[in-house]
């Protein structure tokens, strides 16, 4: 599944952005969706994710509160609703997908959980 990611850009301290994570694939229904960071000079960390009918959602404790995650299944999209944004939320922010034939009480944070990665997004918070 090929993945565009979206919705960046520049927003002051304590501000909002939405974050898109679109597919062109009829399947993607049956993909669990991750959002992960990578802001310069660290590792990639996740943030969210949710589960191929949105039911189960899980975020980092460092957004929980903050960041939202949904889909919406119809427009093959998830979202990432960032507010009270912070200057440590300034990253590239990259969507993951992995293929989940049964909903899944496992928590997928790591990297290696996700098999395809769209292209990432840049968000930057200024003070």
């Known amino acids: 599944v090929q993945l565009q990611a979206s919705g960046g850009g520049l927003v002051q301290t304590g501000g909002s952005l939405r974050l898109s994570c679109a597919a062109a694939?009829?399947?993607?229904?049956?993909?669990?969706v991750g959002w992960f960071r990578q802001a310069p000079g660290k590792e990639r960390e996740f943030v969210a994710t949710?589960?191929?009918?949105?039911?189960?959602?899980y975020s980092a404790d460092s957004v929980k509160g903050r960041f939202t995650i949904s889909r919406d299944n119809a427009k093959n999209t998830v979202y990432l609703q960032l507010n009270s944004l912070k200057s440590e939320d300034s990253a590239v922010y990259y969507c993951?997908?992995?293929?989940?034939?049964?909903?899944?009480?496992?928590?997928?944070?790591?990297?290696?959980?996700?098999?395809?990665w769209g292209q990432g997004t840049l968000v930057t918070v200024s003070s």
């Open positions: 949710i589960s191929r009918n949105g039911e189960r959602t």
């Open positions: 694939d009829r399947t993607f229904s049956t993909y669990a």
């Open positions: 993951a997908a992995r293929y989940e034939k049964y909903i899944s009480t496992s928590v997928f944070s790591a990297l290696n959980d996700y098999y395809y």
